[in-house]
């Protein structure tokens, strides 16, 4: 099993930017998938964005399209996901997972870190 640590949330004004990093606990493998989800208060968890960690682009949600940047660092082994204009509806604990499958379905991951908190408020 794979441990995945995030970091880098925190509270910032309607239109900031935030970057959360995922660190896995031991080197991706051929198949490895990232993803980022989120669960705002009241909500159910949602989808965020995917990487493949050896190659091609990354995929985002409607929702975040065009204002999220999901990347990874290779040497550093870390996935990040740069939020800029972020909103308030962005608010809510931001989860990363780890999986073998190209998909946004959330079953899918095997692995969660513990989930770091992104508050947007004026």
């Known amino acids: 099993q794979v441990q995945l640590v995030e970091s880098g949330g925190g509270s910032v004004q309607p239109g900031g930017s935030l970057r959360l990093a995922c660190k896995p606990s031991?080197?991706?493998?051929?198949?490895?998938?990232y993803a980022w989800f989120r669960q705002g208060p009241g909500k159910q968890r949602e989808f965020v964005a995917l990487?493949?960690?050896?190659?091609?682009?990354?995929f985002y949600s409607d929702s975040v399209k065009g204002r999220f940047t999901m990347s990874r660092d290779n040497p550093q082994n870390t996935v990040y996901l740069q939020m800029n204009s972020l909103k308030i509806e962005d608010s809510g604990v931001y989860y990363c997972?780890?999986?073998?499958?190209?998909?946004?379905?959330?079953?899918?991951?095997?692995?969660w870190g513990q989930g770091t908190q992104v508050t947007v408020a004026s």
């Open positions: 997972a780890h999986g073998s499958q190209y998909t946004s379905n959330e079953p899918a991951y095997d692995d």
């Open positions: 031991q080197r991706p493998y051929s198949r490895s998938v």
């Open positions: 990487i493949r960690w050896h190659g091609g682009s990354a």
